[in-house]
């Protein structure tokens, strides 16, 4: 029969042999959305668990954090954020969550865009924060992927070369994947680089690569489009010729069918801009995601 | 000038042609409904409809993923349940139909934010499942013609028993069991109105084009014909007008029909011919002039 000594000797045993593992216990990491956590799985490896907040397929503008996401903060050692006014909701998430982890801006020293420039005179709304997805351009996905690395390293010295090694490993898939959207996009027609997509989320796309894009809703999925922009998005599509209007996974796709059915222009696919979808999606990852997007448009306009 | 002003935006783009025609329609038989549900003094069942939906939504989301039909034929089941059992206990019991109509839409609430959440997606379902005035397709207009023809005909068939009740529910209700049916289909048509026109025009337009009407004719007559005339005209002129603000101003499409009405709605409190305040600080003289 089983003393109660005995008892406590087991569970004292059974810890001690847990105490190992426990000393080889992964950095738990927190990102706020899917796109930032396939980078920090990237740099982070096999020593970092990443857990995003906002679920693929989710949309980080409008996201209202749960209990569940406090709990999540309170217990990561490394946070990472986007930044630039993306996820308006995590300062106060990070405050009532008390949690001690490093806050890690990953956009920092990345230049960022005036929000809907260009083409979206009339608009009638400013943003001081500027353009938030940064991404989009993967020259700067190599300057989060080093504020990334940096981050971690300073958390964790003991695990640097693996952290150093991984982030120069991704380093390389990200230069070959900016070679090939720029190669890609080399093969459209300069006139034929014009679409139409819902909501403004690839200011940097346009300023790296030089694919015109044109939204009729505000930078933000929350603001509603006038009649006076909807006109507009038309008149151009009609005086410019715009080939292909294009769908995004966290936008109403309503009014770009509309759009599109008054136009003649071509609905070219669905564009991922904010998020990721899941493991049996189109983009799982941040690379296949970008693969994604430039195959999607090449596909609609050069054809 | 006058052309490019008032015709020119209609005449060029279709989107606001089928606008006008979307926002028209519904006005016709949403202000009606709007002026019932103003003398029951039930005018924010609009509001609380919009939430008591989401769990019917939700349901239809988790049965077949982002299907808009599914989740718009899952909202009015939701909103049918909400309304009836709502209706019923107030009848039935001692709470009034406001309180029990709260007490039934937070419930719903809260089992649709339950559903939505155990799925772990965070898209907006609400968000997805309201439309916008600016991109309605032949569907969806469809479906605001049919539902106006149904409003229009289920009020024509319960009117004398709904003003009845509305004047004095419990005379009704010592003389025959009519009241009751009536009540049901009215409640049954407002949920019709108010899910079609979330699915067409958005929550704001929606609740907006069938409650403002209803005060604004309020203040220019007693008779409920006439008020639902006046209520249904300034409809019509708020869709109009809205989408004409919306084109030259650039101001989003559900907001600035909402604020051509309320200008409406101003001038009439101040100069209705019933109840307006200019009218009560010189009581009666052009009546007996």
Request: overall charge negative.
């Given at each position: 029969m089983l003393s109660r000594r005995t008892a406590i000797a087991a569970v004292l045993l059974a810890s001690l042999s847990a105490a190992p593992a426990l000393a080889q216990e992964k950095l738990k990491a927190v990102a706020t959305f899917s796109i930032l956590a396939d980078l920090v799985k990237n740099v982070g490896g096999d020593k970092v668990d990443v857990i995003s907040?906002?679920?693929?397929?989710?949309?980080?503008?409008v996201y209202s954090p749960s209990p569940a996401d406090a709990k999540k903060l309170a217990d990561a050692h490394i946070v990472f954020t986007n930044g630039l006014g993306f996820e308006g909701w995590i300062a106060r998430l990070v405050k009532s969550s008390a949690t001690k982890a490093d806050i890690v801006?990953?956009?920092?020293?990345i230049k960022p865009l005036k929000a809907?420039?260009?083409?979206?005179?009339?608009?009638g709304h400013s943003h001081?924060?500027?353009?938030?997805?940064?991404?989009?351009s993967v020259a700067n996905v190599k300057i989060y992927v080093g504020n990334i690395r940096d981050a971690l390293v300073a958390r964790d010295p003991a695990s640097k070369a693996t952290y150093e090694a991984n982030a120069a490993a991704y380093l390389g898939k990200l230069d070959a994947l900016d070679k090939e959207v720029r190669e890609t996009i080399a093969r459209i027609p300069a006139d034929r680089r014009r679409i139409i997509t819902t909501h403004d989320a690839f200011g940097y796309f346009r300023s790296a690569y030089g694919v015109e894009f044109v939204a009729?809703?505000?930078?933000?999925?929350d603001s509603e489009a006038s009649a006076r922009d909807v006109a507009r998005i038309i008149g151009q599509i009609k005086k410019q010729k715009i080939p292909a209007v294009f769908l995004e996974n966290?936008?109403?796709p309503r009014l770009l069918k509309r759009i599109a059915d008054e136009t003649g222009?071509?609905?070219g696919g669905t564009l991922y801009s904010d998020a990721l979808t899941d493991e049996?999606?189109?983009?799982?990852t941040y690379i296949d995601m970008m693969r994604h997007n430039i195959r999607t448009l090449s596909a609609a306009l050069v054809g | 000038m006058l052309y490019d002003l008032l015709i020119a935006p209609f005449a060029e783009f279709e989107f606001m042609r089928r606008a006008l025609v979307g926002a028209c329609t519904l006005a016709v038989g949403a202000a009606p409904i709007g002026v019932f549900l103003m003398l029951r003094r039930m005018s924010l069942v609009g509001d609380a409809m919009a939430h008591a939906i989401l769990p019917g939504a939700a349901v239809g989301f988790l049965l077949s993923g982002l299907n808009i039909y599914a989740m718009t034929a899952g909202g009015l089941i939701a909103g049918f349940v909400v309304a009836v059992a709502a209706g019923l206990i107030a009848r039935a019991t001692e709470l009034k139909e406001d309180a029990s109509l709260a007490v039934f839409f937070l419930i719903s609430l809260a089992i649709g934010v339950t559903i939505v959440s155990m799925r772990g997606t965070n898209i907006d379902l609400l968000h997805f499942l309201f439309g916008s005035v600016?991109?309605?397709?032949n569907q969806t207009l469809v479906l605001i013609a049919l539902n106006t023809t149904v409003t229009l005909f289920g009020l024509a068939l319960v009117f004398r028993p709904l003003v009845v009740e509305c004047v004095d529910p419990n005379y009704l209700r010592s003389v025959s069991g009519i009241g009751a049916i009536a009540h049901l289909v009215f409640l049954a048509l407002v949920v019709v109105n108010l899910v079609s026109g979330f699915h067409a025009l958005g929550t704001l337009l929606a609740v907006g084009i069938m409650m403002l009407p209803a005060a604004i004719g309020r203040f220019w007559a007693r008779d409920i014909t006439m008020m639902i005339a006046v209520a249904v005209a300034s409809g019509l002129v708020a869709s109009y007008a809205g989408l004409l603000l919306s084109f030259h101003?650039?101001?989003?499409?559900g907001p600035s029909v909402i604020l051509v009405a309320a200008v409406l709605y101003a001038l009439s409190v101040l100069f209705?011919?019933?109840?307006?305040l200019v009218q009560q600080m010189i009581p009666r003289r052009h009546l007996e002039a």
């Open positions: 907040l906002v679920p693929p397929n989710g949309d980080a503008h801006t990953a956009t920092k020293g809907a420039g260009g083409h979206s005179h009339g608009h001081d924060a500027g353009d938030p997805h940064a991404w989009q009729p809703q505000g930078v933000s999925t966290v936008s109403d222009a071509r609905v049996k999606g189109d983009a799982p | 600016l991109a309605l397709d101003a650039s101001v989003p499409a209705g011919r019933v109840g307006g």
